[in-house]
């Protein structure tokens, strides 16, 4: 069946560690998404790529990177500069065309110990 | 920026009619999305307007007037599984990312 898969379910991070997230879609689409949502908040979009080896920032960046060497693949690492890294966060896929839903992945809770 | 507005929380009663409000800017508006998220899961696609009127699918239909930068959503003969939160986002001109609102928190009551 096509769909997004993002792994781990549940991630634990120590303090000054960095960590990658792993996003892969077999939908064949062209642009790919994280987003981060806290408890009880909308989602915000941390970068976004639209075709393989480029991405752009989103609203909150900042303490993230990303890469995009595989069509199917959008891997988000967050650094040890994202001083506040406790929260779901939320890939997703969609053509490029705004008129195109985007579907999304599971998620990762990503914890702090 | 574009933004997205609707209401933080609404509580409604099972059986009832539910009508959840959204707006947006119109400057390089395209089309409407509709996501419901439960809690601690991924949001999925509920519906998607782009030209003015109604659309229907069974219990949920979602209005759209793009004069007026105003959509709702409608939900028909409430269930308990209805409680979640409703997210609507904006597709925008130039192949730019959704933006989406934060999100109605629904509670259904019995």
């Known amino acids: 069946d096509g769909g997004i898969t993002q792994s781990p379910k549940y991630l634990f991070r120590k303090e000054g560690q960095n960590v990658t997230l792993s996003c892969e879609q077999n939908?064949?689409?062209?642009?790919m998404y994280w987003y981060r949502q806290d408890p009880g908040q909308g989602l915000r979009l941390i970068y976004y790529s639209q075709i393989v080896n480029d991405f752009q920032k989103g609203d909150i960046a900042e303490g993230y990177s990303v890469s995009r060497e595989k069509k199917e693949s959008f891997p988000l690492t967050v650094t040890s500069a994202q001083k506040n890294p406790t929260a779901f966060y939320l890939c997703?896929?969609?053509?490029?065309?705004?008129?195109?839903?985007?579907?999304f992945g599971d998620g990762t809770r990503l914890s702090i110990l | 920026g574009q933004n997205i507005d609707q209401p933080t929380e609404m509580t409604a009663t099972e059986g009832a009619i539910v009508q959840i409000n959204c707006t947006y800017q119109?400057?390089?508006?395209?089309?409407l999305f509709w996501y419901q998220q439960h809690a601690g899961e991924a949001p999925t696609f509920l519906s998607y307007n782009v030209l003015d009127g109604l659309e229907e699918k069974g219990r949920f239909s979602s209005f759209l007037s793009r004069s007026k930068g105003y959509s709702y959503l409608l939900l028909k003969e409430l269930q308990m599984k209805d409680s979640a939160s409703y997210l609507c986002a904006g597709g925008f001109s130039g192949n730019t990312p959704l933006v989406f609102g934060k999100g109605t928190r629904l509670s259904v009551i019995a």
């Open positions: 939908l064949n689409h062209d642009a």
């Open positions: 997703a896929s969609s053509m490029i065309d705004s008129n195109q839903p985007q579907h």
């Open positions: 119109t400057s390089g508006f395209n089309g």
